[in-house]
């Protein structure tokens, strides 16, 4: 049985942290391997890459999530008790609470509430020198996501509110003072929606039926019990900040708009309504997001001749991955035409998780992100007009999330919103 290769460094914490998107498949490639094993937080994990690591990697039979993710991250981005640490019928009991808000209707709903964000976040721009779109975003995207989910959100609250739900995602995979930053944001959060969740129990507040904030508060497990007030803040918040994360990928999109000036032009034709899903999902692909999710082995197997030892924890490449040169011609081209004859293979394009998402852990919100990004390249190459000034936007891969080092600014906003029905940007 052959050896898995290993690294050689006593611990690659710190080459982890430094190279957060490419630490795995860099690697990968100078072993000439899918896999290979180091050591993280002083124990021994597994790192993998590519379509059929994905491939085994979701196979439940083999992998479970609790007690997978690193625990600075869990009392940061995900929060304790939320759906990303469970298992088995329990997990596809919870997973079904999140898919029934993800019907089209109801996305619909949300992306023409966040149409009206857009719209009103443009004038205001209007009177503006220059914005950094990012920052921007992020009130744009909370105000919609409270609004949508059925979350109280009073205006003297919002500043506040959208510092402490982006620390969440912006933070998380800091070190130092962000970092706790982002946790002060975590107690935060969970106690005003704790006290959401309370008032929506005691009838003191009446959020419609099939909003997310209805929905998680009258949820209940297996055994018929409601969730904890905790638990389901913490899963409520797993509606809100995803939403709000989706800035991430919009600057993105302004980002390819900028550096290829042809996907600008085919927007603005219109005449091909495909390509705006292609463009979307080239975005999706080629820039960063979630750099690799974690499990760990439910029992010890054997794979290609490795032996995976019981409990190990393994990390799997989403960033790698989507950029795996088996999968993807030419993969660190921009192209957002090799979409039109995607396989839709659920295990070689894996920004937010692959496999199916009733049964596995694939981010339920990926509807929502993919609608949100098209509107948004809607309203960017087509609704406003705007300047991009002299600034550094060379991806900064070293931090989490990865951003252009400037955050994308623009200046000289120009909105041009006559007879634009917000419901049909869906």
Request: hydrophobic letters at 40%; aromatic letters at 10%; charged letters at 25%.
């Amino acid at each position: 049985m052959p050896e898995v290769p290993r690294t050689r460094m006593p611990d690659a914490t710190l080459a982890l942290i430094n190279d957060p998107y490419q630490f795995i498949s860099k690697r990968c490639r100078e072993f000439g391997s899918d896999l290979f094993k180091t050591r993280l937080m002083l124990q021994m994990a597994t790192c993998m890459t590519g379509p059929e690591a994905a491939r085994l990697f979701y196979d439940e039979s083999r992998f479970i999530r609790r007690g997978a993710m690193v625990g600075r991250i869990q009392k940061t981005l995900l929060g304790k008790g939320g759906v990303q640490g469970l298992d088995d019928e329990a997990h596809r009991h919870r997973k079904q609470m999140f898919m029934s808000l993800m019907r089209p209707e109801r996305i619909a709903s949300l992306v023409a509430r966040t149409a009206e964000e857009w719209d009103a976040s443009a004038r205001a721009w209007s009177l503006k020198g220059e914005v950094v779109l990012y920052d921007e975003l992020h009130v744009l995207l909370t105000r919609a996501a409270c609004a949508w989910a059925g979350v109280p959100l009073a205006e003297p609250e919002v500043e506040q509110r959208t510092r402490e739900i982006t620390a969440l995602f912006d933070c998380a995979g800091s070190v130092g003072p962000k970092h706790w930053w982002a946790r002060l944001a975590r107690k935060r959060s969970n106690r005003w929606i704790e006290s959401i969740i309370g008032d929506i129990r005691d009838a003191r507040i009446h959020p419609p039926e099939q909003s997310a904030a209805h929905v998680v508060a009258w949820h209940r497990d297996l055994e018929g019990e409601l969730l904890t007030p905790h638990v389901a803040a913490v899963e409520l918040l797993n509606v809100v900040r995803p939403i709000v994360a989706v800035g991430v990928y919009i600057t993105f999109a302004a980002h390819a708009l900028h550096r290829h000036p042809e996907c600008r032009r085919k927007l603005q034709a219109g005449d091909d309504a495909s390509y705006t899903e292609s463009f979307v999902q080239e975005v999706r692909r080629f820039y960063p997001f979630f750099p690799a999710v974690a499990a760990r082995l439910r029992r010890e197997f054997e794979w290609n001749g490795y032996r995976f030892p019981k409990g190990r924890r393994v990390l799997l490449d989403l960033y790698g991955t989507d950029h795996d040169a088996r999968s993807w011609e030419s993969p660190e081209t921009f192209q957002p035409e090799r979409f039109r004859d995607w396989d839709r293979s659920p295990f070689s394009f894996i920004p937010q998780g692959g496999g199916e998402y009733h049964v596995h852990h694939r981010c339920p919100g990926e509807w929502i992100t993919i609608e949100l990004m098209k509107l948004a390249s809607q309203v960017l190459s087509k609704d406003i007009q705007y300047d991009v000034p002299e600034q550094d936007l060379r991806i900064d891969y070293s931090r989490l999330p990865a951003l252009p080092c400037s955050r994308f600014i623009i200046s000289n906003v120009r909105p041009d919103l006559t007879g634009r029905p917000a419901a049909a940007l869906s």
